[in-house]
């Protein structure tokens, strides 16, 4: 499987990254996956054979019962995985139990290395930006981590492009570790983040790790059956989001690139549209069973042609807000977009 840098730092990883949401399955994540060891030995095997190197969890993922199942199950595999964690969602009911501040970030450091049964956490992202807390006591408690090697590499998550220069920017000045990476939402569904953050990743070499590659499974076209069984997607409501004139036209478009490719699936389409976006290092896929993660896998294996992605780009676009809009008609020549949404006026 190809490997990128992440970001601008020495640490490579897969195209694909495994997601670890489905592990455990407890409280309000039981409609995300109810994965247990034995499951779940299976299928980082099958993820790491595939060549995949990045296994991504969160202390708050059925509260850290997904952390502690890969450190039962990695055992010797350790050293051939990255392993990347977040930190920021209410793990008690303490004051210092969420957020960022320094007091919560390396006690729940602390806590996620003791269920990962690990020396080290190779990336350690903020699940979240915390307005509460000043960005200064977020970052130095996130360098003293590094500095005292429980952290390798540090990375953000669901931050707007702003947020993520500004850390970007008092960590430099303050020559203090700086993101790496961002973790963003991302999809022929969801194309919110071409706007800034992604933007400002590139700007910023900051790689993007992306999320929900496949819309919460909208993208497989299996809701297209009044008979699928109930997921995330239902309970969220966003179905009803996802399933209009626009989303049907995308599933029809994804059937038709996939017949033309020998054994593809109209998912392992919309993950392949995804790798060949700027900014991007890695998608992380989730799996509930062997055969989902199976199938999702197999979008490393191919590649979409630049015509497919251009209709792909055309069915998926949504009208552009101010003042991307306005740059996009009036000063392209200045402001050349890293992507297009719309066509350009003449």
């Not at 009911?93 to 690990?118: M, N, Q, V």
């Not at 509460?132 to 590094?146: G, M, S």
């Amino acid at each position: 499987m190809e490997k990128r840098f992440l970001g601008r730092s020495g640490l490579q990883v897969s195209t694909l990254a495994f997601g670890l949401m489905t592990f455990g399955g407890t409280g309000r994540f039981e409609s995300v996956g109810t994965t247990e060891v034995d499951d779940a030995r299976r299928q980082i095997d099958i993820a790491i054979d595939a060549g995949v190197t990045l296994l991504d969890t969160a202390d708050i993922y059925s509260m850290g019962r997904s952390e502690e199942i890969l450190g039962e199950v990695l055992g010797e595999k350790r050293n051939e995985v990255l392993v990347a964690t977040k930190v920021f969602a209410a793990m008690g009911r303490g004051d210092h139990d969420r957020g960022l501040s320094r007091h919560h970030i390396i006690a729940a450091c602390e806590d996620s290395l003791r269920r990962l049964k690990t020396d080290w956490i190779d990336l350690y992202q903020v699940h979240n930006f915390d307005g509460l807390v000043p960005i200064e006591e977020t970052l130095r408690a996130l360098d003293d981590l590094v500095r005292a090697g429980k952290v390798r590499y540090i990375g953000c998550s669901n931050h707007f492009g702003w947020e993520l220069t500004r850390a970007q920017a008092i960590s430099e000045r303050l020559g203090l570790e700086r993101y790496i990476s961002q973790q963003i939402q991302y999809s022929l569904m969801v194309r919110d983040a071409e706007t800034e953050m992604l933007p400002a990743g590139v700007a910023q070499d900051v790689g993007a790790l992306i999320w929900s590659p496949l819309a919460q499974g909208y993208l497989t076209g299996k809701f297209r059956s009044d008979n699928h069984s109930p997921t995330r997607l239902d309970a969220s409501g966003r179905l009803k989001d996802y399933d209009d004139e626009r989303g049907r036209a995308i599933l029809t478009l994804l059937d038709e690139i996939a017949a033309g490719h020998p054994g593809a699936t109209p998912g392992q389409v919309a993950i392949n549209w995804l790798l060949g976006r700027p900014g991007v290092s890695s998608v992380i896929i989730g799996a509930r069973t062997e055969t989902q993660l199976q199938d999702n896998l197999g979008a490393a294996n191919w590649r979409i042609s630049p015509d497919e992605i251009a209709a792909l780009d055309a069915a998926s676009a949504k009208p552009l807000g101010y003042p991307a809009v306005q740059r996009l008609f009036f000063q392209q020549d200045r402001n050349p977009p890293i992507f297009t949404h719309v066509t350009p006026k003449e």
